[in-house]
């Protein structure tokens, strides 16, 4: 025979103050948590989002990122031998592209530049190669032979001065101003923390002779890895990997904040365990008597025990709900990473329900940590002096 | 016995509950102590980096588009008499050991200035001079050293990460004990002669680091570098060392910031925890309260014992809290991985300390004002 | 003069809109150095009329006169300062504080008097030996037996010297050896020491330790008796 759940909810509610600081305590600890782990996360899934396992990201030899890769023609027309790819009538299908960086301030703060990268593409081969994920948001793409460039949405809403009619200066050598025509989207990619330009004309403000990079499509896994060791192999001696593997190995820096909310949950679980560890034990306390009667009356030791933890859990979880409910207040916040390529990549915090469930799960174990003890000490205490106390 | 004994007993009332509740205080107040340290540390870093009075001249829109070398007797040639003490290049390499992917901060710098213009390492005259006499001569920081376990002497060979990705081979002639962090660095002059051997076309520099000899003179170069090269093909942005550094923090998505926010928020668990204890103890104190009360204990006393009890246990949490580390990085070199040695500033350490107290005298005022008010008569019959 | 003097004093407590009388009217003077057991059963007033002549509450109407001090015209602050001098309290369940040892129990009133720590010292011994416990000063309460725990409260009860000691119910939770050596203590402080005692009780053979009964009933005063006359009757 199990105590009724109600007897816990009862006497939560006998102790009000002592309850609900417990449990807000719990709210704040669980909200950090859950929010650590969208920062993280968040990072990580904006990154792997933008790589497409289907897309063949083509750098030369020792690159390890876009920007510091330099393809010149002859190696590009090497890459028209590719086995597996998907062709149209004149070849496969094919976007060189030639990424450098542009600087600017952000909306709010004078004093901080931030970079973005600047992609110089032919605006079809591009969506082509990005199965027609980027979409106009407003105005319309840049003319060919053009100085003008439309912008990623997460760029126009960080930089001031990025907006249509707006005029921003790119190149080196001789910088030169470019008409903001258009805003784009490829759905939270990192490609929304660009600035796209029509690609002859970036090399020549940039005075670059070659490009950065290759994309091509392939229709499948296995497609792709013929593709990759045709590129990787003696003829082409190129690298290229899959576009979700190269943008998961750039996003690595985000460890730091994965272990700061590792440590940081442990640390802060632990005050919230023993907080709830001295609620549970002034709640034994002062149920001295009530144990004795109840285990008088025919409840065991076990009924005992669990119905303590029980009320420790009850008290957690309330909290843990709680702490998730606040962290969905910082749903869609925006954040800036700046992976290996120095460019800076915006992304919305998103609070998953893989977080709600981790940070629910911490709650129970911060409840059961905190109860487990107290609990004990009720279940151990022999009946005669439990009715003799108090 | 003074009315502290009688403090410091009640505390001892119900031992269980003190320490978790001290412990329970001190770990918030840990990671406060530690975010506030990190702050602190960065904070101290860009403003002695302000104190060097140098600028950094780089390509207008980002340093990661070099300019050619010559813009550096240009600027020389342009600052009035005494206001520059010495322009050092630099050229971002990136090196990285054969066989580990991660590239580390390495450097090609000039040979001649590099010594005056990071005066702060300690260069000594004897290191200068090897590292002016050998073409391949390296300079790395102690703790790099350390960590690849190089010894002065030792040939080293690094990748580039750059293209051309050029593989260079260099001799280790000093390792100057006041180098920060994991830095290595070697003469541009090698670089270049590297490039142009593979490429045909010379070493770009990225930045233009000019050593000022006053904050006047450096008030000067920060406008009127920026306004000589306007409207030619090399246009510059001169920035404050500080500035040029605080972007690397502001766009990577701020983490030191990051942990400073969760390290004030949480000390919101610390309040939380304090007030449940107080508010539980004073709870079934309250008779107790009342008989101090009859023996002539007024009101005002008791609300400031009450007060007293709350902050003692915030003093002790922070002292468990400050205390350990304080020490560990006081009597001990700390280092903590990307942060470098760290030690707690006194500042941080009183002011988390204060933090601590005012936690437990927050928790404590809600009790307190309730046994201030507490009716005596009432208070006695009540059977708790 | 009587040392205490009460006028017409009444004691209405609300408790949320219904007014409840305890005492009503009542007018009772008692003289320095007498020892006094107030009787009655349950509700009839007895705590509330001993917490009204020790400054702990105030009555609704009346007047209340301890030595000099009118103690219906003072506030809080100034009562609390009267007690600490004036009064010493003894209660039904000591109220020691468990975490002192029996002589910093005692200590404890004497912390609010500007007073050298050897003075202290001195009269805390000297209460111990007049309550017969000097050889336990270093015990805890949960260390002692209830009737040591009793002869402890009392030397708190006299540490500052006060001229008037208020005990309710000093011997209810005791068995009959203990309380009976506690009256004997109380007896001793009243003639020896010329102490005024108001003791509430409801037993009759603690009662008959004191030198005067007062009976109350519903508020008021039922039966005033000095001691030979109690006697006869039991």
Known sequence: MALPFRYNVLSLAARPTSTITST????????????????????????????????????????????????????????????GVVRNGSGPIISPEVVAISSGYTKDDDNVTVNAAVRGVDYDAACAVRHGRVRILAGRPFQPGTYEVMVGASTQRLFRGHDIGDEIQLGTRGVRPFKVVGVFTTDGTSADSEIWAYSETIRDVYGRGSYSSARMLVP?????????????????????KTEREYYTTLSTNQTVTQVLSVIMIIIMGTAAAFAVANTMYAAVAGRVREIGMLRAVGFGRVNILTS??????????????????????????????????????????????????????????IGLVGSIMPAWRAARMSVTTALREA | MTRTTVLIKNL????????????????????????????????EMLAESDLKLRVAVHQKLSFTSPLP???????????????????????????????????????????????????????????????????????????????????????????GSLPPNPKMEFVIVAIPPKMSRQWFYFAMDYYDETLRKLTGSPAGVNNFWVKCSSPEARQWALTAIDKHFASSENETRTELESTFFAQFMKSGGDWVGLTWNVGRLIVLV????????????????????AVLRTLGFSAGKIVRMVLSEGVLLGLIGGLIAVGPIYALTHLTEFSIPRMGTMQIPNQTAAIALAVACLCGLLAALVPALMAGRLKVATALRKVV | MAYIELQGVHKVYRKRNLEVPVLAGLSISIQAGEFVALMGPSGSGKTTLLNLIGGLDSPTRGTIRVGDAQLEQMPERELTAWRSQHVGFIFQMYHLLPVLTAAQNVELPL????????????????????????????????????????????????????????????????????????????????????KTIIMVTHDPKAASHATRQLHLEKGELFADKPREAAMVEY
Not at chain 1, 329 to 356: E, H, W
Not at chain 2, 276 to 283: G, V
């Open chain 1, 24 to 83: 807000l305590l719990i709210a704040i600890v669980i909200g950090t948590f859950a929010y650590l782990q969208a920062v993280t996360d968040s990072a990580f899934s904006t990154m792997a989002a933008t790589g497409d396992p289907n897309t063949i990201l083509v750098l030369s030899q020792a690159a390890d990122s876009e920007s510091v890769s330099r393809l010149g023609k002859d190696e590009l027309n090497k890459l028209e031998m590719t086995p």
């Open chain 1, 220 to 240: 499948d896994e296995q497609a792709g890895r013929t593709a990759i060791d045709f590129i990787n192999g003696p003829e082409v001696a190129l690298s290229a």
């Open chain 1, 308 to 365: 303590f933890v029980l009320e420790g859990l009850l008290l957690a979880l309330t909290g843990g709900v709680l702490g998730c409910a606040l962290s969905l207040l910082c749903d869609g916040m925006q954040r800036n990473m700046l992976p290996r390529t120095f460019t800076t990549v915006s992304y919305g915090l998103a609070i998953t329900p893989k977080i709600i469930g981790t940070s629910l799960i911490v709650a129970v174990a």
């Open chain 2, 12 to 43: 001892t009332r119900n031992r269980l509950r003190t320490t978790l509740t001290v412990l329970a205080i001190a770990l918030p107040m840990f990671v406060f102590t530690m975010a506030r340290t990190m702050v602190e540390q960065v904070h």
């Open chain 2, 69 to 159: 070398q010559r813009i550096r007797e240009e600027i020389e040639g342009l600052a009035p008499e005494g206001y520059i003490t010495a322009v050092c290049r630099t050229s971002w390499f990136g090196g990285r050991i054969e066989g580990k992917p991660a590239a580390f901060a390495s450097m090609a710098v000039d040979r001649d200035t590099f010594a005056k213009v990071y005066a702060e390492f300690e260069i000594t005259p004897a290191e200068n001079e090897r590292f002016q006499e050998e073409r391949r001569a390296a300079m790395v920081s102690p703790e790099l050293a350390k960590s690849q376990n190089w010894k002065v002497g030792d040939r080293v060979t690094l990748t």
């Open chain 2, 270 to 289: 610390a309040v939380a925890v304090a007030f449940n204890t107080m508010s539980m103890s004073f709870r079934e104190r309250t008779r107790e309260i």
């Open chain 3, 111 to 194: 912390l609010l008097f500007k007073m050298a720590a050897s003075e202290r010292r001195e009269r805390v011994q000297l209460a111990l030996s007049v309550v017969g416990l000097e050889d336990r000063s270093d015990h805890r309460p949960s260390q002692l037996s209830g009737g040591q725990e009793q002869r402890v409260a009392i030397a708190r009860a006299l540490v500052t010297d006060p001229q008037m000691l208020l005990a309710d119910e000093p011997t209810g939770d005791l068995d009959a050896t203990s309380a009976a050596s506690v009256l004997h203590l109380l007896e001793r402080l009243n003639s020896e020491f010329n």
